[in-house]
């Protein structure tokens, strides 16, 4: 039995407080499940937002796609996510990464390390944020008395193993960092093929089922069990013609043919219900559930998520 769909909408677009409430408002009306903010220089900043969000709506979770651990001291961090939780009523995901653009560190004075180091720093502040979170003598205290359900991101090995330990949510990219340019603002990102991504959901089920093993026998593995499986999509473009799109898009992806592009989670084109039936492809292939799409594509996905619901 596939796992029921949820979608979420990725928030950057600040504007004045009452153009950030009525957006919000607006993700509610239009059905989306989940409303995100996420952790880049020059956008809203996260925790604040949410805040104000949770003010205007009252349905949809409230999350944050994701963190640049890196930028965070665990222990402020903690603080920051009992404060935000208790404000929501409950409703926070705390979604968490390494964090991928160096620019942004060297902006704001911070160190950016190596992988290993920023990985490193990733599980210490899981570690910390929880340890908190669950001291009953902690405050202040998180709406629920415990840490927010967890959504760590990434595709490294690495990542994929604290996910499937600690995650109630394991959010995929789709897309890798391009070697030799760690210092590019928009992170020198590049899109990971379809059957590459396929084989790192392969390698998180091989990492879930040891944590799981590793639990069952009572070795110090911990929760991963059935987590729910998220994606970001780049691009949604309602059309007549696909394919018209498609090529138009392969400039910007010169390394994939038409067809490659068009088989990409990354990117659902079509009719509305041509672009359902690629979501559900992509549950299926994937394991994917959980779909996030960026601001620019909020109406364009609605009539989508309408065909989906339910499903």
């Given amino acids: ?19 950030w409430r009525a957006k ?11 409303l995100l903010v996420p952790d880049h220089l020059g956008m809203p900043a996260p925790f604040s937002a949410l805040a104000a969000a949770a003010e205007a709506t009252e349905r ?17 961090l903690a603080r920051e996510t009992a404060t935000c939780d208790a404000l929501t009523d409950g409703r926070l995901e705390l979604g968490l990464g390494t964090g991928y653009v160096q620019v942004e560190h060297d902006t704001a004075g911070l160190p950016f390390g190596s992988p290993r180091e920023r990985v490193d720093h ?7 944020v929880r340890r908190l979170l669950e001291d009953p003598e902690h405050l202040p205290r998180a709406a629920r008395g415990t840490c927010p359900p967890l959504v760590l991101g990434g595709n490294g090995d690495r990542v994929l193993r604290l996910a499937a330990r600690h995650a109630d949510v ?3 990219t789709g897309a890798v960092q391009v070697p030799g340019d760690p ?4 992170g020198g990102m590049r899109l990971l093929g379809a ?44 059309t007549d013609d696909r394919r018209a799109k498609a090529r138009e898009l392969l400039e910007h992806a010169p390394h994939f043919t038409e067809d490659q592009l068009l088989e990409h989670p990354a990117l659902l084109a079509g009719s509305v219900k041509e672009i359902a039936e690629q979501v559900r492809a992509h549950r299926e292939r994937f394991g994917f559930s959980y779909f996030v ?7 364009a996905f609605a009539p989508v998520l309408e065909e989906l619901r339910g499903t």
Avoid: H, K
């Avoid at 919000?24 to 989940?34: K, S």
């Avoid at 949809?60 to 402020?76: D, H, S, Y």
């Avoid at 990733?122 to 910390?128: K, V």
């Fill in 170 to 172: 394991a959010a995929f």
């Fill in 60 to 76: 949809p979770r409230l999350g944050t796609f994701v963190l640049n651990a890196g930028l965070w001291n665990p222990v402020l």
């Fill in 293 to 299: 799409v960026l601001e620019p594509y909020l109406e």
């Fill in 1 to 19: 039995m596939p796992r029921p769909f949820r979608f979420g909408v990725n928030l950057f677009n600040l504007g004045t407080r009452e153009e």
């Fill in 195 to 238: 059957d590459a991504l396929e084989q790192r959901v392969a390698a998180y089920r091989r990492f879930e089922a040891e944590a799981r093993a590793g639990s069952d026998a009572g070795a110090g593995g911990e929760a991963g069990a059935g987590a729910e499986l998220n994606f970001l999509v780049q691009q949604v473009w309602v």
């Fill in 122 to 128: 990733l599980e210490r502040t899981i570690a910390t």
């Fill in 183 to 186: 210092g590019d603002p928009g």
């Fill in 24 to 34: 919000c408002r607006r993700v509610e009306d239009l059905g989306y499940d989940v």
